[in-house]
């Protein structure tokens, strides 16, 4: 079957998007590829087919449970075979999805990273037919990245194992340096990169510098009809938000990871279905979400880094339809950024007792704890301990960066069981315990491949069945599980910590000292450009965020706040172009000062020249020198 057959058939399109079709002939060369396409791209597309026109399964390799749990449902309602390993599963429903994997029975294993390096999984994967190595948010293997993940690094154990076998790289967000940096972490044989502009030009940037921002948001929802999401800092005010717009009759809902899993499932489902109009949520929300006819996109506070504010502004307009990103900021918002910053990052001192309270936390003792996995609130630990909770999860993620443990994300994950003994033994067990024998026949008839493997289940819908409580199908299940019978796995929902080493004394925890301070001074870097952005009143949104990915040429978009601000002035097109080359020559003959180059030229009006004087000294092309005269700033 041809890509273009395969498609039609499992995806409904009539033809591929933009560079989706080479990036996928790319694959089917066998090269290694990086595919550098912006929120909404259609990166899945791109290892998936070329996958399906393969003989074998593909691996691929990604950092959020929730995402590969919503990649694997997707491709399963699309009658295509797929399983997922992650850390939130039992060692006994790991080796059975790894051995069906090894017996050719899915066509996509989506992994986790942290799993790459286990023995389990090695000799597993050795025994795979494989075609393809998918490596989604491929950004995190970068240290240059704004969600460096070190267990991406373990995803070159795979390479090791599998030398032949393409790999193709996927991301949203990348710089020039990342971009380099992914490209040799994972060995590609040749650098071969598909990168597709960053710039949407359907999507207008907004700030607005403001105190008042729940009457501006009211305001911009008023105006701006159809579905919108306003991103918040924290969860309190996801809640006071969207019961100040339901105050005013707008429809709104709030959204954070600390809901109930049945509850933001609610949520979300309401707000995709257009049932609710505005969900007003945490960062936590939107990863995987792919809702076409998202109008608005609005920030109330100012993100950590571009690369979060361009993919979670790039959820508006994937229709292609006119949209609008607004960032809602005050200058007061910069300092008490730049304050939350420096609280966040940790001692030497804070981060070796913040080891000894986690272990101690946990009651793990010295020389114990390797292979250890441990249900992880954050919240309980911080109130316990007296930790701010952004500080506490800088020195995990420096815990990951030593290979010391590794944690995932917050995720539901629903009851399971699998039948352990015999069709022969579980018959005698119902009729020797003749008060199991409903719940077990009502088990059998309602899911299959329970001997095979593990199937979610419902213990509500077992108790309505049974005509009894929840409690007591729990009880029974727990019981059965004790006795051999079946494997119970109770819902869960918590995030977990995967303790790769045992604890060391703290006198013998060696840190990497130097990358620490390298990552603190990337931190304060990324924290500078989202500032120049928020503030930056002079260039064009689209052409900062654009050329912060690498893209030098990039022309203004005409439809950001600062373009609208320009056309007012006539300062757009040639006539700017014009004024602009008048004072760049005068410069090069002549260093000036202001008042002196607004004689020089003369016959442009004042407000003009100073406007593009501004421009061009925000653009980085003119300077103002120590003796306060401007000067063409040297390359």
Known sequence: MSIHEILSKYWGYGQFRELQEEIISSVLEGDDTLALLPTGGGKSICFQ??????????IVISPLIALMKDQVENLKSRNISAATIHSAMTKREIDITLENAANGQYKFLYVS???????IFIERAKRMKVNLIAVDEAHCISQWG????????????IRTILPKIPIIALTATATNDVVEDVQDKLLFKIKNVFTKSFKRDNLSYVVIETEAKQAKLLDILRKVPGTAVVYVRNRKKTKDIAYFLQQNEIQADFYHAGLDALDRDRKQ?????????????????????????????IHMDIPEN??????????????????????????????EN??????????????????????????????????????????????????????????LKIFEHEALMSSTDASYNPSKIRILCSHEDLYKLQVTYSNYEPLIKTILRTYEGMFDNYSTVKESFLASKLKTNVGEIKKALVILTQHGYIDYIPENSSPRLFFIKSRYAANNLLLDVKAIELRRKNKIRQLADINHYSFSKHICRSVILTKYFGEINATDCLICDVCLQKKKLGLIGAEYEKISLEIITELGIKKQNIQQLVALLSHVKENDLLETMKWLMECHKIEINEKGQLQIVAN
């Open 306 to 335: 571009i690369e979060s504010y361009y993919q979670e502004a790039g959820r508006a307009g994937r229709d292609g339809k006119k949209s609008y990103a607004v960032l809602l900021c005050h200058q007061v918002d910069k300092i």
């Open 338 to 395: 730049e304050r939350r910053l420096e609280e966040s990052l940790p001692t030497l001192e804070e981060i070796k007792d913040m080891y000894e309270r986690l272990f101690s936390f946990f009651q793990i003792g010295i020389g114990s704890g390797a292979g250890q996995t441990e249900d992880f609130l954050l919240e309980a630990f911080c109130q316990r301990t007296g930790y701010v909770a952004a500080k506490a999860l800088n020195i």
């Open 49 to 58: 087919v070329p996958a399906m026109a393969q003989e074998g399964i593909c």
């Open 113 to 119: 990273p942290e799993r790459l390096s286990t023995p």
């Open 146 to 157: 704004y969600d460096f993940r070190p267990a991406y690094l373990k995803i070159i154990d």
């Open 269 to 297: 489902v309401a707000w995709t279905t257009s049932k609710c109009r505005v969900i007003v949520c945490t960062n936590a929300f939107g990863m995987g979400i792919d809702k076409p006819d998202v109008r608005t996109v």
